[in-house]
């Protein structure tokens, strides 16, 4: 049932707001789909805390494909 739901939320090219309780079983089955490469996250952007603005400017004017990651530290 998970699986049907991630699938049919995140196939459209459309993005979604998704709001859901946190449930163990679902989180487990969402790290398996990681660990077997098949969940991927592509990561448009990383900006600095420090460039901060320039990431929300980024993020709105800019039609992103994929996260926008703001990094807190230096690691």
Not at 11 to 22: C, D, Q, W
Not at 43 to 68: P, W
């Amino acid at each position: 049932m998970f699986w049907s739901i991630l699938k049919s939320n995140f196939t459209s090219r459309s993005s979604k707001f998704v709001a859901v309780r946190p449930n163990i079983t679902a989180l487990r089955d969402v790290c398996h789909l990681i660990e077997e490469g098949k969940l991927k996250t592509k990561i448009d952007k990383i900006f600095n805390i420090s460039e901060i603005i320039q990431a929300h400017k980024y993020r709105e004017l800019s039609r992103t494909c994929g996260k926008v990651i703001i990094q807190i530290n230096d690691k």
